[in-house]
């Protein structure tokens, strides 16, 4: 069973500063399918990137992801202060076919 | 505009069945996989099951394996979940969501969730 473990669990930066937020996979995964979520309070969650550097529909610039192997981030450039959010990894493909990281809670001070 | 609307959430006992909904529109439904995530309150995401769209296959997490079973009706645009032996560690929002792009393993669009609550 595959284990995603994200870092920090809180991050605290200001309006233009730059975010990363990792990713740990307990065993290798395709960059085919990992992908990341933002939920903020309330709401159900949204897809960011998929295919580990791919955006989804209507992501902005200011998000992009990284990795490979063991090792994924999602970089948030020029934060502003509706990325305010919770931010998931996700893997899929390997038992459980699906796989959430807790997630990382990011504050826009 | 995808649109996706779960409902028959509610309060059950411990032991009670459930059948949670999921009416969707604004997209050919028999073209994409559909998945069943939960969110416990104040906790993360977790991923519940997953139909494949023509009903073929079905994958369901260990935690409700043998308990929950994931269904589909292509003619009528709905997604259901079957809930069995309920347990106080089931409550949870229950989203609907849809596959991105098809069968990609990535959940592109969610309805607004549905509050179950199992308590005596």
């Known amino acids: 069973e595959i284990v995603l473990t994200q870092s920090p669990g809180t991050l605290s930066l200001s309006p233009g500063e730059r975010a990363t937020l990792s990713c740990r996979a307990s065993?290798?995964?395709?960059?085919?399918?990992l992908g990341w979520y933002q939920q903020k309070p309330g709401q159900a969650p949204r897809l960011l990137i998929y295919?580990?550097?791919s955006r989804a529909t209507g992501i902005p610039d200011r998000f992009s992801g990284s990795g490979s192997g063991t090792d994924f981030a999602l970089t948030i450039s020029r934060l502003e202060p509706e990325d305010s959010a919770v931010y998931y990894c996700q893997q899929y493909g390997s038992s459980p076919l699906y796989t959430f990281g807790q997630g990382t809670k990011l504050e826009i001070k | 505009e995808v649109q996706l609307v779960e409902s028959g959430g509610g309060l059950v006992k411990p032991g009670g069945s459930l059948r949670l909904s999921c009416g969707a529109s604004?997209?050919?439904?028999?073209?994409?996989?559909m998945n069943w995530v939960r969110q416990a309150p104040g906790k993360g995401l977790e991923w519940v099951s997953s139909i494949s769209p023509d009903s073929v296959h079905t994958w369901h997490a260990d935690s409700v394996k043998g308990r929950f079973t994931i269904s589909r009706d292509n003619a009528r645009n709905s997604l259901y979940m079957e809930m069995k032996s309920l347990r106080v560690d089931d409550t949870a929002v229950y989203y609907c969501a849809r596959d991105a792009y098809g069968e990609s393993g990535y959940s592109g669009y969610w309805g607004q969730g549905i509050l179950v609550t199992v308590s005596s």
């Open positions: 295919g580990a550097s």
């Open positions: 065993q290798s995964v395709s960059v085919t399918y």
């Open positions: 604004g997209f050919t439904f028999s073209r994409y996989t």
